[in-house]
């Protein structure tokens, strides 16, 4: 599959680049996605939740009424979670909802991701570029530029560029990251995939190990 490499400014630069089927012309595995994708969201919960059960509430432990003869049901502690200001009845506690998942499979669900979005003509790839100094409103040029101001997108970089990253950080609807920090969930929550010329070789290379 052959796509057009573009400037900042949205233009054709005349070149194409071949983007390999090992990686970008897969056909995707749909639960492979989900799972990955279900893991990056499980792994960033905090599980800090807690509520108080019956044995940490402060309150009197005395019997509240006879055991028999009231009319209503037997009673034992104020604390009970039948009461106003009772303990929580099996309340959430802190936990882990990290979990483990092949490697293999992890990879299968980031080519799959990648070829959905080649399928659905969601891929850009455009020249290298840099800025001498982190201004937003020369990322925001560019974005005006591959027409994705009011869309969702990622940029994927060769290497860590400090003032490219800093040009985008305010801006809410785009990311910028390299290739060694692109996952399945980051992939196919971007309405546009935006890669530099020079990083296709190393998600190629990345995925194809």
């Known amino acids: 599959m052959k796509v057009a490499v573009v400037d900042i400014n949205g233009k054709n630069t005349g070149r194409e680049v071949e983007l390999s089927d090992a990686v970008f012309g897969i056909e995707p595995n749909e639960h492979a996605i989900y799972l990955d994708v279900k893991q990056h969201l499980a792994n960033k919960r905090q599980g800090t939740h807690k509520a108080k059960e019956r044995a940490e509430i402060a309150g009197s ?11 209503t049901a037997r009673a034992g502690s104020i604390k009970s979670g039948v009461f106003r200001g009772g303990g929580r009845m099996f309340g959430p506690r802190p936990r882990n909802y990290s979990f483990k998942l092949n490697k293999g499979l992890k990879k299968l669900a980031r080519i799959s991701a990648l070829s959905v979005k080649a399928k659905n003509d969601e891929i850009v790839v455009i020249e290298d570029f840099q800025f001498e100094a982190p201004k937003t409103k020369n990322f925001i040029n560019v974005l005006k530029g591959l027409g994705l101001e009011d869309k969702k997108s990622v940029f994927v970089l060769a290497e860590s560029n400090k003032n490219v990253y800093l040009s985008s950080r305010n801006l809410k609807r785009t990311k910028t990251l390299t290739s060694s920090e ?15 010329e020079s990083c296709l070789s190393q998600i190629e290379s990345n995925f194809t190990k």
């Open 61 to 71: 432990t005395r019997k509240i009424k006879k055991q028999k003869g009231t009319g």
């Open 182 to 196: 692109l996952n399945t969930y980051t992939v196919m929550n971007a309405g546009k995939l935006v890669i530099s």
